[in-house]
């Protein structure tokens, strides 16, 4: 069936140091891809998306290119903050509007 | 504007007890989507709202997990005769439209059965 797949964390990074999240996917059709982020206490928040193979989505800072031909939807970020402490998921979207998750990848970063 | 809202926060349960979980979308949204999160793991879908019609309930776990929306707006998600397995965070989300529109997710209600 379709899924996603995470790399495992904590990922422990000191700020200012360069970020990679690792993301694949299988999936029947062509999906939308996403990653929301998690916040300590709070909600999930949609960080960025892409909707086609090739789309490169962006916001704060971070980055996500998909890739149709190794099924990847990695996050980058160049210079992580304190700040960005979170748990991160990536997710797929189909012919429905339900979005599938993968099982988060945890990043801390430390002064 | 308010974003989705969710009550109770945190709601004890014994086992066997039923229980009710509220989601108040954004005002207009018209799609609304529960998603059950348990510890560790990424949310799963659980049922899917257009309005008030329930299109999609193929996540729900066992015929006590029941949800619904009469009047597209306000949902209550009811779980009866609650199991220890039943503990997670429960998550509501809601969309503006129908198809391909951007979900916004509440804070959750964290659920634990004693």
């Known amino acids: 069936g379709d899924s996603v797949t995470q790399m495992e964390g904590p990922v422990t990074l000191s700020e200012e140091a360069f970020l990679t999240i690792n993301c694949t996917y299988t999936a029947t059709g062509y999906p939308s891809l996403f990653w929301y982020v998690q916040y300590p206490g709070e909600g999930l928040q949609l960080l960025l998306k892409a909707t086609k193979a090739d789309d490169k989505g962006s916001n704060k800072g971070f980055e996500a290119t998909y890739r149709k031909e190794t099924t990847s939807f990695h996050l980058e970020k160049g210079s992580v903050q304190v700040s960005d402490s979170a748990v991160y998921f990536c997710a797929l979207k189909l012919f429905t509007d339900k979005l599938i998750f993968g099982t988060g990848t945890r990043l801390q970063v430390f002064p | 504007g308010a974003g989705v809202s969710q009550s109770p926060r945190y709601k004890v349960a014994k086992r066997g007890q039923d229980v009710a979980l509220r989601c108040d979308p954004i005002?207009?949204?018209?799609?609304l989507f529960w998603y059950q999160q348990a510890l560790g793991q990424g949310p799963e879908f659980l049922t899917y709202f257009q309005n008030e019609a329930q299109l999609d309930k193929s996540g729900l776990p066992s015929d006590r997990f029941f949800a619904e929306r009469p009047e597209g707006s306000v949902s209550t998600l009811k779980i009866q005769r609650t199991q220890q397995e039943d503990s997670a965070v429960y998550l509501c989300?809601?969309?503006?439209?129908?198809?391909?529109?951007?979900?916004?997710f509440g804070p959750g209600t964290r659920l634990l059965v004693l």
């Open positions: 989300a809601s969309s503006f439209r129908q198809v391909g529109e951007t979900q916004y």
């Open positions: 005002s207009g949204h018209v799609s």
